[in-house]
C-alpha cells in the first residue's frame, strides 16, 4: 500500500515538475521574440537595459506586461526614442494583444 502512494506522490509530482518547466519554456520563447525585437532597434536612451535574455522570464522587463501564465501581452515602448525595424519574431508571441 505505501510503495501505491509513492508511486503517486512520485506522477502527481513529475506532473507538476512537466507543467512547470511548459511555462518556462513557453516564457522563454516569449523572451527570445522581445530580445530579437531588442537586437533590431537602435536604443540610445537604453530603455531596454532590462531586457535580459539570461532570465528565465521577459515579465520582469521594463515595458512588458504578461498573463497570468506569464505569457507577454503587451509591449508599450511609445516614446523610447527607438529606431529600426520589427523583427520577425515578433509573430511568436501568440498573447501579444498591444504593441
Given at each position: 500500500m505505501a510503495s501505491r502512494n509513492f508511486q503517486w506522490e512520485f506522477l502527481a509530482a513529475s506532473l507538476t515538475l512537466t507543467l512547470a518547466l511548459i511555462h518556462l519554456v513557453e516564457a522563454?520563447?516569449?523572451?527570445d521574440a522581445?530580445?530579437?525585437?531588442?537586437?533590431?532597434?537602435?536604443?540610445p536612451d537604453h530603455v531596454l537595459q532590462s531586457w535580459d535574455p539570461t532570465l528565465v522570464n521577459p515579465c520582469t522587463w521594463?515595458?512588458?506586461t504578461c498573463n497570468?501564465?506569464?505569457?507577454?501581452?503587451r509591449v508599450d515602448l511609445g516614446?523610447?526614442?527607438?529606431?529600426?525595424?520589427?523583427?520577425?519574431?515578433?509573430?511568436?508571441?501568440?498573447?501579444l494583444q498591444y504593441l
Open positions: 522563454n520563447s516569449d523572451g522581445l530580445y530579437a525585437l531588442r537586437r533590431s532597434l537602435s536604443d521594463f515595458h512588458v497570468q501564465d506569464n505569457r507577454v501581452t516614446n523610447s526614442n527607438l529606431s529600426g525595424h520589427l523583427a520577425p519574431e515578433l509573430g511568436k508571441l501568440e498573447h
